[in-house]
């Protein structure tokens, strides 16, 4: 198929910003779906009240004049003769238009009427005009220096010369059962919409086209599973095992005790475990994972663990190491990340081809191609949101087949999880650890900021410390939301000489980031300024606040997920959300401290978008279909895809091969 540099109109420059949109080929382009359309409808002169918005269609009747003033601003007034009268335009900051602005031009002017002067101010002037009293243009994400237009134009040229290539990912008996339009046609009118009944008969048939994609590689997925019985089936010593869980500072709580006896006996049955363990933040995975490693190891199989940053990697190595420490189990542990050097990785690959290392904890680097187990029983990874459909494959083929233990602190209501996670069992804890404090959590407005700085102070006092979050890593022209840079600048001067103050972001190398995050657990940082990067896991018992700016741009999982930061030690802990908006939405996380029905909530409210975090969420983020308001549409997918994988008929077709070989090869 052709490539996205053959299509008209894009030349080097256009094709490093479709880039940044994430567009690398045509598909990719074809399947830019707006985010929304703006209906045009055309009125009368007449028809619109003194300063009402107006939409009309004319002809330019006299030369645009051009006026400039002071910082570049400019002004251009023209009259232009519509159907219903002569009225006056005048329009900002558009002197580049002026070329364009012939006496003659047909246009249609966007703006707002006034009917004592008989001027509309226009927002926006379109060339041309439109032969239907309706248009519903579409408008897309676009990025600086590609436009609107730009995109529109692009995605026609291609559609035009190519669209007849795009695959359609729909097997053709379920096109012609639900008359669905072909592939080509459907992307025309998604971009081209002419009425509403068409655009939203399209829309429903590109949604049905991406979760029956979806729901295919989930289903087969879960039949690969049932197939294999060929699972390891270990007799497990539960009163070695027991004498470790005995050793432990604490005693498991009663949801704990039943997620591990779940897992040891998917360890002990020939299935192979893929399980799910979900639990809110700070309910006590990590160690239930550890039980179950112990289990593996102790049946003579390596077990590995997968973390999602170094910093979680090591901080995982750590607390293992310390518990062994306290038995008299015998287990070599290693650590491997990216950063591992290039001779202490080679040893650590040795050792573990050689099965001189029982445990190994590390990062992605886990499963790269290098790396050889000697008898891998057991995957443990963490924070299952950032491993995708593909990543579970992958493990498959490199020709290992371990049990796999996946755990999420994003609660997923049932409903959605057992349709998404459709190939996994899935084990919940609910119960927290006794003894843990409620998080007060306030919501504060920017004008309260003084009393915020004073909380913060004195915690100071108390030698604790404490997270600031910002949305924005540094300013932004677009934007005036609070940033991590300006922020530190405010915190320097709130607490000169009280605090040492650093910053971590998601732009900054893994490295830098480690170190500064490693600073803050040592305690030489008293205040973390940082982005979201520290959403996941990171666990330091001296911090006790968590101040949150401008919360209302973030989705509640996503709070419930900082704030879980706090509140890891004996010591009182707080979280302050400041925002001048949405304050409804935010009083719920003062209200509530479960994840799951915090989750419910944002469900309710804003769709999967935040749960499942758009940023990481590898396969789950969908360009068209939502799972929530489309659930309809994913259920009738999920059997019409499976009706689809097990009909033997179609063992042959090349779709059903295509979309196999997509799970398998990525
Ligand atoms: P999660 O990974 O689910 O967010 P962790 O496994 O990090 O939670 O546990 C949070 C903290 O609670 C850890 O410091 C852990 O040692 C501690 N913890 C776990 N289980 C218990 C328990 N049953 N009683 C007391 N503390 C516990
Ligand atoms: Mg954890």
Redesign the pocket.
């Known amino acids: 198929m052709a490539e996205l540099k053959d299509v008209k109109g894009i030349g080097p420059k256009s094709l490093s910003l479709l880039n940044k949109l994430n567009i690398y080929t045509i598909e990719d382009l074809v399947t830019h779906y707006p985010f929304r359309y703006d209906i045009l409808e055309r009125n009368n002169l007449s028809e619109v009240e003194d300063g009402g918005k107006i939409v009309i269609d004319g002809k330019v009747e006299s030369v645009p004049i051009l006026m400039r003033f002071k910082a570049g601003l400019n002004k251009m007034n023209f009259r232009l003769v519509t159907n219903s009268g002569i009225v006056g335009v005048s329009i900002f900051n558009r002197a580049f238009l002026k070329k364009q602005l012939l006496v003659g031009t047909g246009i249609t002017v966007i703006g707002k009427l006034d009917k004592t002067k008989n001027v509309i101010t226009a927002s926006d002037i379109k060339l041309g005009i439109l032969t239907n009293k309706k248009k519903i243009e579409p408008v897309y994400h676009c990025t600086s220096g590609l436009t609107n237009k730009n995109l529109s134009t692009y995605i026609n040229m291609a559609l035009l010369v190519y669209g007849k290539e795009i695959p359609d990912h729909i097997p053709e008996e379920y096109v012609e059962k639900y008359n669905f339009l072909n592939k080509k046609t459907s992307l025309n009118i998604i971009h081209n919409p002419s009425t509403d009944e068409k655009l939203n008969q399209v829309i429903t048939r590109l949604k049905y086209e991406e979760l029956f994609e979806f729901m295919f590689k989930i289903n087969y997925l879960k039949e690969q599973n049932k197939k294999e019985k060929n699972g390891l089936a270990r007799k497990i010593d539960r009163k070695e095992l027991n004498k470790f869980i005995s050793t432990l500072p ?4 009663g949801d ?1 005790k039943k997620t591990v006896d779940e897992i040891l006996d998917d360890l002990e049955s020939p299935t192979r475990m893929n399980r799910l363990l979900q ?1 809110d ?7 239930v994972a550890f039980i179950g490693m112990i289990a593996n190891c102790l049946c003579g199989y390596q077990s590995a663990l997968m973390a999602p940053t170094e910093i979680l990697a090591m901080q995982h190595y750590l607390n293992l190491q310390k518990l062994l420490e306290k038995t008299n189990i015998k287990l070599k542990t290693a650590l491997l990340t990216g950063s591992t050097s290039k001779k202490d990785k080679q040893i650590v690959y040795d050792a573990l081809k050689e099965g001189k290392i029982d445990i190994i904890i590390g990062t992605h680097s886990l499963i790269q191609d290098e790396v050889i187990y000697n008898n891998l029983g057991l995957v443990v990874t963490d924070e299952q949101h950032r491993f995708g459909v593909h990543q579970r494959a992958n493990l498959q083929n490199k020709g290992i087949k371990p049990d796999v233990l996946y ?1 999420s ?1 994003t609660p997923i209501p049932r409903t959605y999880a057992l349709t998404i996670f459709g190939d996994m069992d899935v084990s919940t804890i609910k119960e927290r ?2 003894g843990r404090q409620k998080i007060d959590t306030y919501v504060k407005k920017n004008s309260e900021i003084k009393e915020v700085l004073q909380m913060m102070y004195d915690e100071l006092q108390k030698k604790h410390q404490i997270y600031v979050i910002a949305p924005l890593i540094e300013d932004n022209e677009n934007s005036d939301l609070t940033n991590v840079y300006k922020l530190k600048d405010q915190m320097e001067l709130a607490f000169r000489g009280r605090a040492q103050i650093d910053i971590v972001h998601g732009k900054m190398s893994n490295g830098a980031k480690d170190i500064i995050m490693q600073k803050f657990k040592d305690g030489l940082v008293q205040i973390l300024i940082s982005t979201t990067v520290i959403e996941v ?1 990171v ?1 330091v018992a001296n911090a006790t606040t968590m101040v949150i700016f401008d919360a209302d741009r973030f989705g509640l999982s996503t709070l419930h997920q900082l704030r ?1 930061r706090v509140g ?1 030690g004996t010591s009182k802990s707080q979280c302050i959300l400041i925002s001048d908006s949405d304050a409804e939405r935010l009083k719920i996380m003062e209200k509530e401290d479960d994840g799951f029905i915090i989750s419910e909530e944002d469900f309710k409210l804003r769709g999967h978008g935040d749960l499942f975090g758009t940023r990481q969420s590898g396969d789950m983020s969908f360009k068209i279909a939502n799972i929530k308001s489309d659930f309809k549409i994913l259920l009738q997918a999920k059997k019409d895809s499976k009706e689809y994988l097990l009909n033997k008929d179609k063992d042959k077709d090349d779709l059903k091969k295509k979309l196999i070989s997509s799970i398998t090869e990525a």
């Open positions: 604490f005693e498991l709580t704990q639990g933040v700070g309910s006590g995975k990590t160690i755990m602190a650890p006794k896991g666990d879980g890891r």
